[in-house]
């Protein structure tokens, strides 16, 4: 079976639950965390982000971190692919994001936090990239700054700043830290 048929299957699997409809409809036209969404839907925040992430698995929702919440919106461009097109191969469903990376990010974080920095090199990649997102490519930042930041999400921020540094996702020179532009976080 084609890639490209097994995208699609899992497009259609992925909205096939009436609970990730409705999560949909809710992000549709503006941001929402889970935690949000869950009260909304009156169902357990577990629940929830399990429907969350198999919408994001399937490219079907953008997930952007803010402060201690993790934000998500329909994939519009996505969802308004038309049926019969995906159906008959003229459109071409959204590659899915990392399923590992996807699980990774979900047992490492809850509520926005850190929750342990992960020993396994691997997934402590995962992890520090997800951190680098955080800030904007190019922009400096002081070390108070990025202390800020980094301490919004886990407690020890200087192992955090270390591992960032070294991992080449951000950069430092004399107090001041940013992510160079060219810095790949995928």
Known sequence: MSAE??????LFRALSHP????LLRLVWTQEASGEGLARLMNLAPATVSHHL?????AGLLTTRQDGHHRLHRAATATLDLPLGDLVRGAATPPASSDPYEGRVLRAFFKEGRLTVLPAQRKKRDV???ELASLFDPGRRYPERDVNTILGEVYSDVMTLRRELVGLGVLAREAGVYWRPEATPLA
């Open 19 to 22: 609970a990730r409809l409705g």
């Open 53 to 57: 992430a198999q919408l994001t698995e």
């Open 127 to 129: 992890v520090l990239r």
């Open 5 to 10: 048929l097994t995208r699609t299957a899992a």
